[in-house]
């Protein structure tokens, strides 16, 4: 088991156990202190264990080696999770909207306890420390998958501001009779319906885009370049392109050498050019290297 996927399963089991316990507090608070907006948010807390399973999931698949289906190996697994992810987003966002405007329309809002606004303050802050740390686990060991779980984190923790928002606004309408502004409870719930809609429909777009395997531009290949043109023996690059597959990046490259040498001299230079590209970057899985001979 490598390093990357150990620090990726140990986010991902970190986050479950978090979300559940946040779930179950939320959950229970929102039912107690009759408040719509807390049990959106319970729901949110609750899908994002299930997107954390499904991340796992991904990412233990991500580590299967290349086979005869998948010559490229399997690391577009991890975009397939961030896309369940997304869609499960999307889904949960659309059922908590129904019933906040369901809601509002059929005149039913209630009084909400201040212990929903406790619940709601300890849910921010547990949910922007597990953004961070997984966010910038995701960018070090470039996992799409880990960062869209943070992202999920981060939505949790607005959606859960929203929360203390309307939350608060009714308990100040309760306490100085002001009617209209126990709506704001059920109001909140919608807002957070559209946050967690948004966040599904953002990660589902860059998953697509990832899974379509985009070619790097030429800013962003200018680095294998050079590290192609220091190899000795090579004379000129004819082409390079570098695409996403997932977590890392495949090289496919044609090179020049001198037409006097042997074949297994420039099978030697094409591995040397290989070897190069694998070791001196990180997220380089695999390269390509077809041998010309040089002309001028």
């Given at each position: 088991m490598n390093t990357r996927f150990q620090k990726a399963q140990f986010a991902s089991i970190v986050g479950m156990v978090a979300n559940l316990i946040l779930a179950i507090i939320k959950g229970i608070g929102g039912v107690i202190g009759d408040s719509r907006a807390l049990i959106a948010d319970a729901l949110h807390s609750a899908s994002d264990?299930?997107?954390?399973?499904?991340?796992?999931?991904?990412?233990?698949?991500?580590?299967?080696?290349?086979?005869?289906?998948?010559?490229?190996?399997?690391?577009?697994?991890?975009?397939?999770?961030?896309?369940?992810?997304?869609?499960?987003?999307?889904?949960?966002?659309?059922?908590?909207?129904?019933?906040?405007?369901s809601a509002v329309w059929a005149n039913t809002a209630q009084s909400t306890s201040p212990l929903a606004l406790y619940i709601v303050v300890f849910s921010i802050v547990v949910k922007e420390v597990l953004f961070q740390y997984k966010n910038r686990l995701g960018k070090k060991i470039r996992s799409q998958a880990i960062i869209a779980d943070a992202w999920h984190h981060r939505s949790d923790a607005i959606s859960s501001i929203v929360a203390l928002i309307g939350i608060g606004l009714a308990i100040f309408g309760e306490r100085f009779q002001i009617p209209y502004l126990t709506y704001f409870d059920p109001i909140a719930g919608a807002i957070i319906a559209g946050i967690i809609m948004w966040m599904g429909f953002s990660l589902g777009k860059e998953a697509v885009r990832i899974s379509l395997e985009i070619v790097l531009d030429e800013v962003e290949t200018e680095k294998f370049n050079r590290a192609v043109n220091e190899v000795n023996g090579v004379q000129r690059i004819d082409s390079l392109h570098a695409r996403s597959h997932g977590s890392y990046v495949i090289i496919d490259t044609k090179i020049s050498v001198d037409p006097t040498i042997t074949v297994d001299e420039g099978h030697s230079i094409a591995a040397r050019v290989k070897e190069v590209l694998i070791d001196d970057f990180e997220e380089v899985h695999d390269v390509h290297v077809h041998v010309n001979p040089y002309h001028q």
């Open positions: 264990v299930i997107s954390s399973i499904a991340v796992l999931v991904g990412i233990r698949a991500a580590q299967k080696p290349p086979d005869s289906e998948h010559p490229y190996g399997h690391g577009k697994a991890e975009n397939i999770a961030t896309l369940i992810v997304s869609m499960l987003l999307i889904v949960v966002g659309f059922e908590i909207l129904v019933d906040a405007i």
